[in-house]
């Protein structure tokens, strides 16, 4: 297996433009998880999905940003519009576990590293 | 929710000597302690984990211990090596949410040739 796989690995973008991270999840995992990296606030999760269906999304900024699962291998990340203060490393990670069960180990992706000038 | 705090964010330490990590945690409930080491421009990947049912697990140079009743664990490095210089996270959660870990900050560990 590949491992999580993120798109793009780098994105460069002015403020106010709309910024769309990409993920594909291990094949057979049902978690999905959203982090942010940041110098001053370490990894942030920002949004839990299990089994396509966000089940905490209590950690996203704000309403600029939104995430989706459509199905089972593929997840997006948006932010709409951009601000400077998002530029971070944003990693897709994925899990074999269930809403009451659990699996420890979490699997991440490479990374985006996001700047917004 | 939880809140994860770590320390010391910086650490340098020559080669061969031990390398001490601490984390407390706010959350009674949370019985499931994992750290993660991410290398230079890598992704995080769990290195070991300890369950709230044991004080203290060992790997090879890594040892972790828990203290549940102070809330806080700890993250050991004997001997170490140029390759241990990466960040360590730790992080903190609960069985029963499946993997909604809350991280710790970060600590940067160089270690000294």
């Known amino acids: 297996d590949a491992g999580v796989i993120q798109s793009p690995r780098h994105e460069v973008t002015e403020m106010g433009q709309e910024v769309t991270l990409r993920c594909k999840p291990i094949?057979?995992?049902?978690?999905l998880f959203w982090y942010r990296q940041t110098m001053m606030r370490g990894l942030e999760l920002l949004i839990y999905f299990n089994n396509n269906v966000p089940i905490d999304d209590s950690g996203m900024p704000e309403d600029r940003f939104s995430a989706k699962m459509p199905n089972a291998s593929f997840s997006t990340l948006k932010i709409q519009p951009s601000e400077p203060r998002d530029s971070a490393v944003y990693f897709c990670?994925?899990?074999?576990?269930?809403?009451?069960?659990?699996?420890?180990?979490?699997?991440f992706g490479s990374g985006t590293q996001l700047s917004v000038l | 929710g939880e809140n994860v705090e770590q320390h010391p964010s910086t650490l340098s330490v020559q080669e061969g000597d031990s390398a001490v990590i601490k984390c407390t945690y706010s959350d009674s409930a949370s019985n499931y302690f994992p750290w993660y080491k991410q290398e230079l421009g890598k992704r995080p990947q769990l290195i070991i984990d300890?369950?709230?049912?044991?004080g203290e697990k060992k790997d090879q140079r890594i040892a972790v211990t828990l203290n549940k009743t102070a809330k806080h664990f700890s993250l050991h490095i004997t001997e170490t090596q140029p390759e241990d210089s990466a960040v360590y996270f730790c992080?903190?959660?609960?069985?029963?949410?499946?993997?909604?870990?809350?991280f710790g900050t970060g600590t940067s560990l160089t270690v000294i040739p």
């Open positions: 300890i369950r709230s049912n044991v």
């Open positions: 094949s057979g995992h049902n978690s």
């Open positions: 992080a903190a959660g609960k069985t029963n949410t499946g993997n909604q870990f809350y």
């Open positions: 990670a994925s899990s074999l576990a269930g809403q009451g069960a659990f699996n420890e180990k979490l699997f």
